[in-house]
């Protein structure tokens, strides 16, 4: 079989599908997987950190969303270019598969597909479902949902347990923290300068322990607060945390739930359709961990940080694929098992 996996946008759309590729190919039958995406740099960074080289639609965004008149234009006939594409793209690869992985880019999929007749399974890693799935339930395509289980059901990347003291080499963090408490402060991909800027009260409330934040140093003057920068390879930094404090994006709060990771979830406000907050709520529902919105204070985080400390969780590491053999078996439960399927081109 040929699998096309399409994803982009954010890490929270790239690494489900790069969990979920990793698990076919060790997994399933599979000739070739190929991934799709678009052509911000930053999706390419996150590809290439994992060694894929992706295929790339000519398209940087979704032409909603945005107030530039002139780069909805722009974005909007780049749409349409990738629509083009894709088209291409099917009929030189022939894929017997399309998972689409949310963002931008599965909407040129969906089309491209559909009109061939490839067949289409999305994953939808949100609980709240995004504009393409929304159109792809319409048309009556298969929609594999997250969080509405007993686990997030998000494909997640294998997590590997570091030694202490390896993973302090590797950050090039100093041996003075050894035996300190370590809180790591996620603020996705795209990085949060609302939730970085509120370090500057609750750093003071606990001097004694590390702030570990995965962001550019932004103006935070702390002995206890150590910038790091993005971390594609996260299996360093988890193996260290005590705590975690991150927005609410689905790919890492189901990477969270599967290692089992005591966490404070703050959700970004202005997500669309507010999906963060309600991947926020099932997490708390699912794994007993906290919620606090932006608009509540610093002394709310303070507090909801000291009632993590008091909940003791053994980490879990290994693989997880339960998410990734749910949605192949979706997929099998479909279209039936190993047999070609017929295109128009």
């Not at 060694?51 to 790339?56: D, F, T, V, W």
């Not at 969906?110 to 799935?133: K, S």
């Not at 970085?196 to 935070?220: Q, R």
């Given at each position: ?121 999305v994953h939808e890693q949100n609980a709240v479902a995004g504009r393409v799935v929304r159109l792809a339930q319409k048309i009556g395509k298969l929609v594999v949902k997250s969080w509405n289980s ?196």
């Amino acid at each position: 079989m040929n699998i096309f996996l399409t994803a982009g946008g954010t890490g929270g759309h790239i690494f489900p599908a790069v969990a979920f590729g990793q698990w076919l190919g060790g997994e399933k039958d599979t000739s070739s997987i190929y991934y799709i995406c678009g052509n911000r740099s930053l999706e390419l960074e996150i590809y290439r950190h994992s060694g894929i080289e992706p295929l790339i639609l000519p398209i940087e965004g979704s032409p909603f969303g945005i107030s530039s008149f002139f780069n909805k234009i722009k974005r909007t006939f780049n749409m349409l270019r990738s629509c083009i594409y894709m088209f291409y793209l099917i009929k030189k690869f022939k894929p017997d598969a399309c998972f689409m992985f949310g963002g931008y880019v599965s909407f040129p999929a969906l089309l491209a597909c559909t009109v061939v007749g490839v067949p289409v399974v999305v994953h939808e890693q949100n609980a709240v479902a995004g504009r393409v799935v929304r159109l792809a339930q319409k048309i009556g395509k298969l929609v594999v949902k997250s969080w509405n289980s007993e686990t997030s059901n998000v494909p997640v990347r294998e997590f590997l347990l570091w030694g202490r003291q390896a993973a302090f080499e590797k950050l090039d963090i100093s041996n003075r923290w050894i035996d300190s408490r370590i809180i790591g402060i996620f603020g996705g991909s795209l990085t949060s300068r609302a939730l970085i800027n509120v370090l500057h009260t609750v750093v003071k409330s606990f001097p004694d322990d590390l702030f570990l934040v995965l962001s550019e140093k932004e103006g935070i003057e702390s002995k206890n607060a150590l910038f790091i920068g993005r971390q594609w390879d996260i299996n360093p930094v988890l193996s260290i945390v005590d705590l975690v404090v991150c927005r609410g994006g689905a790919s890492t709060l189901a990477e969270l739930e599967a290692y089992n990771i005591s966490t404070v979830v703050v959700p970004w406000e202005k997500s669309s359709d507010d999906h963060q907050a309600a991947n926020a709520e099932r997490f708390s529902e699912i794994t007993g961990n906290y919620v606090l919105r932006e608009n509540q204070d610093a002394e709310q985080l303070i507090r909801l940080i000291s009632l993590s400390f008091n909940r003791q969780r053994e980490k879990k590491s290994g693989a997880h694929d339960q998410a990734s053999l749910n949605l192949f078996r979706a997929f099998e439960d479909k279209y039936g098992t190993g047999r070609k399927y017929e295109r128009t081109v």
